[in-house]
Each structure stands twice: as C-alpha cells, then as structure tokens.
C-alpha cells in the first residue's frame, strides 16, 4: 500500500526545484550555468560531461601525462593538496585523484557537475566562480592545474580579432589566448622558470593507422562541442536550426578530409615564495 508525500517531503522537493532552476537556465533540452557574470557557453549538463571525459582520455592519450611541472616528487605525500581550477564534469581530477590516493584534490567551479557515484574520497568539491577570486588562503596548495578555460576567461590585455572570431569577442572571450599564456604568466610578476610544450591534435587522414581512432574521436568531441553550441551559435550566425545542422555534418567531414589540426599547449611554471615554491600548469 502507497503512502501520500508528507508536506515536508513536497515542501523540500519544491525547494530543490528552486535551486536547480536558480543554478542552472535550460535551453532546447540542454543545461547551461546561470551565473550572471560568467561568458561559458557550452551546457552544463551529463551529455556534456560524457564529451568532457572523453576528451580528458584523449588529451591524456595524446600527452601520455596528466601535466607537464615536475611534481612527481610530491604525489606521494599525504600532505599534497592540488587544485583543479574549472574542474567542470572532474575528469582530470578524478584520474589523478584514482592514480595517486594519497593526495588531496580539490576541484573548483561555478556549479557541480560531477559523478557522485565514482567520487574518490580524496576529492573536494568547491562551488565558486574564479573571475571572483580563489577562496582560500595564499600558499594553500602545492599545485594549481587549469586548462579547457577559453570560453570561460575574460582577455586581460587588447586584441584583435577576425571576423570569424566575433561571437568570442561579443562575449569577452580571447580565441587565441593559448599563444599568450608564456606572456600571462611573466607579467604575472610572481612565476620563475616558466616553461612551455605543444603538441599538434591532427583530426585528418594524414593520421597513421596508430592514431586514426584517436582522429575520429577527436572529431566526435569537436561535433559534440558545435552541438552543445547550437542555441548560441545560431543567434550569432543568424540562421535556422536546420542550416546550422548541415554545417556541423559538414564540418565533420571536413575536419577529416582536410587534415585540420589544432595545437594544444601547456604552460608551467613555479610560484616565487620565500622559502619554497608553488608549482601550477
């Protein structure tokens, strides 16, 4: 026999329902953040999170690391906290968290999005907005990792951009932003021994039979980012759902078809303190 929701119970649901619809805005079946001041554009919701950990998979493939600072020496150590800075789906943090237990991991964002279920318990979530500033004490970490943040930062200096670029600069956002982390990072006035790696992501049919799997998955990330971007990109290019269809499916065979790469970049260097230093990506 079936019993009525208590008032509490449907008081609580109701609230949780509030929450959720002052967190988070949804468009065309998709989740996306609701923070006012945020320029993020892709959703925020578990179709995404599955790109996102296929990507992390295929980035770490690609690097054949999880980072580039020399920190080995520290992942050992009980005392080790590092932090994620956008951790979005966690995908990074989970794996390093999973591959060296003994640390603390801390991932930080403007909205949880990750997989409670699979949680390592050496992993913290923090629930904030980066543009406002890190909510913890100067020297609170041994390492600070951050990548995938293009559609989330504001530029920091002028720019100029092509006209194919004008959606980013409506919004702030700064498209060739990976050539200029060496430069972020020495006027950042705080960093020694700034360092730098690229690699090429090749999408096309020049790829190796080694790498071909690794090409077309790539390709399935990239259609699933236009896909996610569709409520946006269609106000910007001014077209209807339909054409905008067609161009993601061409699109897919033209990354493939003319071999279209991309360089993925990684800047590491140490923070400058009196009696050691910070390592942070």
Not at 44 to 55: F, M
Not at 98 to 116: E, F, H, W
Not at 148 to 173: A, C, T
Not at 264 to 280: D, L, P
């Amino acid at each position: 026999m079936g019993c009525l929701p208590s008032k509490s119970s449907e008081e609580s649901n109701f609230i949780n329902l509030q929450n959720i619809q002052t967190e988070f805005r949804f468009i065309d079946g998709r989740r996306f953040h609701n923070v006012a001041n945020s320029v993020y554009a892709l959703p925020n919701d578990d179709d995404e999170s599955d790109r996102l950990h296929v990507q992390h998979f295929l980035f770490r493939y690609m690097w054949q690391s999880f980072f580039s600072a020399p920190i080995e020496h520290i992942l050992n150590d009980p005392e080790t906290k590092i932090l994620d800075v956008g951790c979005g789906s966690a995908s990074w943090s989970f794996d390093m968290a999973t591959t060296y237990p003994l640390i603390k991991i801390y991932g930080l964002d403007i909205s949880s999005n990750q997989a409670v279920s699979i949680k390592p318990k050496n992993f913290t979530f923090v629930k904030a907005n980066v543009l406002e500033g890190l909510p913890f004490d100067n020297d609170t970490f041994d390492y600070v990792f951050q990548r995938h943040l293009l559609g989330g930062n504001v530029p920091f200096d002028e720019i100029i951009y092509h006209k194919d670029m004008e959606s980013m600069k409506q919004r702030g956002i700064d498209p060739y932003i990976a050539q200029k982390l060496v430069k972020y990072a020495q006027d950042q006035g705080q960093l020694e021994n700034i360092k730098q790696e690229v690699r090429e992501c090749h999408y096309g049919i020049k790829s190796n039979d080694a790498d071909l799997k690794f090409s077309k998955a790539a390709i399935n990330t990239i259609i699933g980012m236009f896909i996610s971007l569709k409520s946006f990109l269609i106000e910007i290019l001014q077209i209807s759902s339909e054409e905008y269809d067609e161009l993601v499916k061409a699109s897919e065979k033209e990354l493939f078809e003319y071999d279209t790469y991309f360089y993925q970049v990684r800047v590491y260097a140490n923070k400058v303190v009196e009696n050691n230093s910070e390592s942070t990506d």
